[in-house]
T-cell receptor, first 109, second 122 residues
Framework: EFVLTQSPATLSLSPGERATLSCKATQSINNYLAWYQQKPGQAPRLLIYDASNRATGIPARFSGSGSGTDFTLTISSLEPEDFAVYYC???????????FGGGTKVEIK | QVQLQESGPGLVKPSGTLSLTCVVSGGSISSSNWWSWVRQPPGKGLEWIGEVYHTGSTNYNPSLRSRVTILVDKSQNQFSLKMSSVTAADTAVFYCARNSCSGGSCYFFDYWGQGTLITVSS
């Protein structure tokens, strides 16, 4: 079974600090990896697709990197509205074809 | 601007069948996109349920395949989800979403419905 593992589960940071979120896949994927932000009571919002492409309207402080099995979402300087839960997601040739990671909560320290 | 709106009963009895519909506006369901259902139990993460193409082709999460059917209705520009034999463990917010494509792989969700809470309880 294909699994995406996100770490850490919780990240406690202050506004202005840099956030680095990790997503590791059990098998190599062709960079078909996306990142989402979810705030309480809201649907997820697409941030990044193809591992490093920002979606329309996403601020430049959000960036994605990585390849193969290891991927990273970086928020260069946290704004108050960035405190939320972040999920990675991918498509693979192994079941299930679409998978989400377990999420990383970025909370205010 | 594409918009998706879920509708459903809110409350389903254990062992019953959950039925949801997602109406697509601002775009055609016959575009080169797949259309998915995703659920999120209270306080937990996201789980992909399955997807449908406008031709009627489907893919399902193997963990749910035996209980799930996703259909498309091009005349109404909508798609639907049926999940049978539900239990309390199926209580969740259900989202419909559009899969967009890159490099031939349609995998990332760029438009989402607002979500609808389905509670399984007697």
């Amino acid at each position: 079974e294909f699994v995406l593992t996100q770490s850490p589960a919780t990240l406690s940071l202050s506004p202005g600090e840099r956030a680095t979120l990790s997503c590791k896949a059990t098998q190599s994927i062709n960079n078909y990896l996306a990142w989402y932000q979810q705030k309480p009571g809201q649907a997820p919002r697409l941030l990044i697709y193809d591992a490093s492409n920002r979606a329309t309207g996403i601020p430049a402080r959000f960036s994605g990197s990585g390849s193969g099995t290891d991927f990273t979402l970086t928020i260069s300087s946290l704004e108050p509205e960035d405190f939320a839960v972040y999920y990675c997601q991918q498509r693979s040739n192994w079941p299930p074809p679409l998978t989400f990671g377990g999420g990383t909560k970025v909370e205010i320290k | 601007q594409v918009q998706l709106q879920e509708s459903g009963p809110g409350l389903v009895k254990p062992s019953g069948t959950l039925s949801l519909t997602c109406v697509v506006s601002g775009g055609s369901i016959s575009s080169s996109n797949w259309w998915s259902w995703v659920r999120q139990p209270p306080g937990k993460g996201l789980e992909w349920i399955g997807e449908v193409y406008h031709t009627g082709s489907t893919n399902y999460n193997p963990s749910l395949r035996s209980r799930v059917t996703i259909l498309v209705d091009k005349s109404q520009n909508q798609f639907s989800l049926k999940m049978s034999s539900v239990t309390a463990a199926d209580t969740a917010v259900f989202y419909c979403a559009r899969n967009s494509c890159s490099g031939g792989s349609c995998y990332f969700f760029d438009y989402w419905g607002q979500g609808t809470l389905i509670t399984v309880s007697s």
